[in-house]
């Protein structure tokens, strides 16, 4: 799955929660690129604006259609995923969380099973709800 790939690709386990604020950003903003150009869809693009009231408020991030812009107002993977979700998939929230998490799930199993352990995911999706999900997953 190409999806998955390029998420490994770009997602260093061992440092990436370690490197600075700007590192992370054009390290997702590559990865944004790399995944619209797989997914054929143009000009969408990533805001990072640290913001503890509006990381409250929209649960992470957001996706602007209208802008085409993805804010994220605290690095998260899950966020930046599920946000990339809308813009592949529309507004159907289940859709893009079983995207986003089956992303991760593939990605990175065991960093999935233990943000599911210690209860770190906004929402819950169980894994043979994952593992029967395919849609939009390339």
């Known amino acids: 799955m190409q999806v998955v790939e390029l998420v490994r690709k ?3 386990l061992s440092h990436f929660w370690k490197i600075s604020l700007e590192e992370q950003r054009e390290i997702l903003s590559r ?15 990533l805001e990072v604006d640290i913001d503890s009231i509006m990381y409250r408020v929209t649960g992470g991030g957001c ?20 946000e990339i979700g809308h813009a592949l998939l529309g507004s159907s929230e289940r859709k ?23 209860g770190r995911f906004f929402h819950v999706v169980s894994l043979q709800e994952l593992e029967k999900f395919n849609e939009g997953i390339k």
């Open 10 to 12: 770009y997602i260093d």
């Open 31 to 45: 990865l944004l690129e790399d995944i619209c150009l797989l997914y054929g869809i143009e000009g969408v693009s």
């Open 63 to 82: 996706y602007v259609p209208s802008e085409r812009k993805i804010y994220l107002y605290k690095i998260s993977l899950m966020t930046f995923l599920h």
């Open 96 to 118: 893009v969380t079983l995207w986003a998490h089956k992303v991760f799930y593939l990605a990175f199993p065991r960093l999935y099973m233990e943000n599911v352990r210690r």
